[in-house]
């Protein structure tokens, strides 16, 4: 059984960079679409952007700009960097999985909440 | 980017009555090749990551109940949940995955009445 699990810290202050990392158990990153997903609260779903064997990277345009997503073979892990973070970037973030590029995510981690302060 | 929109915004059903929630997209997610369309529906319970019901519109993931069915095709799909149950109350939502950025609608709530 697949299990995705987001680590890295509940606070990070406005203007800096908020680095997340998804740590995946009970099968290989190789072959699979690794994404970002967030959710501020009491809101919806945002999709961030996805990694694929580290040769393919799609953002989010309205993010594009602030984003880093990269991949860990070695620790079967890939990770989330946001720049110049703002209160607007307040969410839980959530990391998930698909089977190609056009298919629904299948697995989701529990979600972390990343708060944006001064 | 494709716009999703959902109706209503929230809902309260009766135990064992019916419960539609829609959802509409701003252009076709529907490849012509495969006659697929790109649409899922999760269903999120508080202080949960979403979980996956049904994905190329109607086709329900393993372990889901079979009152929970999806419909429709193009631009418009319906999420029918046949005879509700109290563990059904959550906030449902529907994804195109058919380009990125793939998009969300903003959600339904699902109360008991």
């Known amino acids: 059984q697949v299990q995705l699990q987001e680590s890295g810290p509940g606070l990070v202050r406005t203007s800096e960079t908020l680095s997340l990392t998804c740590t995946v158990s009970?099968?290989?990153?190789?072959?699979?679409?690794w994404s970002w997903i967030r959710q501020p609260p009491g809101k919806g779903l945002e999709w961030i952007g996805y990694?694929?064997?580290?040769?393919?990277?799609n953002y989010n345009p309205s993010l594009k700009s602030r984003l880093t997503i990269s991949v860990d073979t070695s620790k079967n892990q890939f990770s989330l960097k946001v720049r110049s973070v703002t209160a607007a970037d307040t969410a839980v973030y959530y990391c998930?999985?698909?089977?190609?590029?056009?298919?629904?995510?299948?697995?989701w981690g529990q979600g972390t909440l990343v708060t944006v302060s001064s | 980017d494709i716009v999703m929109t959902q109706s209503p915004d929230s809902l309260a059903v009766s135990l064992g009555e019916r419960a539609t929630i829609n959802c509409k997209s701003s252009?076709?997610?529907?490849?012509?090749?495969?006659?697929?369309?790109?649409l899922a529906w999760y269903q999120q319970k508080p202080g949960q990551p979403p979980k996956l019901l049904i994905y190329?519109?109607?086709t329900r993931e393993s372990g889901v109940p079979d009152r929970f069915s999806g419909s429709g095709s193009g631009t418009d799909f319906i999420l029918t949940i046949s005879s509700l149950q109290a563990e059904d109350v959550a906030v449902y939502y529907c994804?195109?995955?058919?380009?990125?950025?793939?998009?969300f609608g903003q959600g339904t709530k699902l109360e008991i009445k």
């Open positions: 998930a999985r698909a089977t190609t590029v056009v298919a629904p995510v299948d697995y």
């Open positions: 994804q195109q995955y058919y380009s990125t950025p793939y998009t």
């Open positions: 009970g099968g290989s990153l190789s072959g699979y679409y």
């Open positions: 990694i694929y064997d580290s040769t393919s990277i």
């Open positions: 252009q076709s997610v529907v490849y012509s090749s495969s006659n697929r369309n790109y």
């Open positions: 190329w519109a109607s």
